[in-house]
């Protein structure tokens, strides 16, 4: 089992920027690839970014690239997203995710482990 907890979610103003947290317990947490998500209301979970146990291969979503900057911290069992240049439309739960090989690293049903979710709400 792999626990995980985000934190680090708040009110900022567009064109700000936040750093999310993600601590995992449990599990060897290097062994793992780890994912961000997010879900707004009325709408489905979707992929923001992901990296891989080692930090050799990291992915994005088209709307966030280029501002948002997923790491990991495997010593301290510990991921990272830094969100910047943040927009309205960036207003959702994000929760962080781990699976040891996940099928298909863009779709949250490949992740077996989940965190609660931190709000992040961007106003304009």
């Known amino acids: 089992q792999v626990q995980l907890v985000e934190s680090g979610g708040g009110l900022v103003q567009a064109g700000g920027s936040l750093r999310l947290s993600c601590a995992a317990s449990?599990?060897?947490?290097?062994?793992?690839?780890m994912g961000w998500f997010r879900q707004a209301p009325g709408k489905e979970r979707e992929f923001v970014a992901s990296?891989?146990?080692?930090?050799?291969?990291?992915y994005y979503a088209g709307s966030v690239k280029g501002r948002f900057t997923i790491s990991r911290d495997n010593a301290k069992n510990m991921m990272y997203l830094q969100m910047n240049s943040l927009k309205p439309e960036d207003t959702s739960v994000y929760y962080c995710?781990?699976?040891?090989?996940?099928?298909?690293?863009?779709?949250?049903?490949?992740?077996?482990?989940w965190g609660q979710g931190t709000q992040v709400t961007v106003s304009s």
């Open positions: 995710a781990a699976d040891q090989s996940p099928s298909d690293i863009y779709n949250s049903h490949s992740y077996d482990y």
């Open positions: 449990g599990r060897t947490f290097s062994n793992y690839a």
């Open positions: 990296i891989s146990w080692i930090e050799r291969n990291k």
